[in-house]
């Protein structure tokens, strides 16, 4: 079973082809210049829109 579905794959493509043309801007305005942070718009976009997408890792504790 895929765990991203098509339409989050391709929000993800379309935020890295926005980032290489460099018009993707991050909340505050700036340009996006990594690749990671693109890839996490991609996936957050996604997200708003109800597509199947893993849910945020949360920062685990070392004990």
Do not use: F
Request: charged residues 40%; positive net charge; hydrophobic residues 25%.
């Amino acid at each position: 079973m895929a765990k991203y579905s098509k339409k989050s794959q391709e929000k993800v493509g379309k935020a890295l082809h926005e980032m290489k043309e460099g018009e993707l801007k991050s909340g505050s305005g700036k340009k996006v210049t990594s690749r990671k942070q693109a890839i996490a718009i991609g996936l957050s976009e996604a997200r708003e829109e109800g597509d199947k997408v893993p849910k945020k890792s949360s920062s685990k504790k070392k004990s």
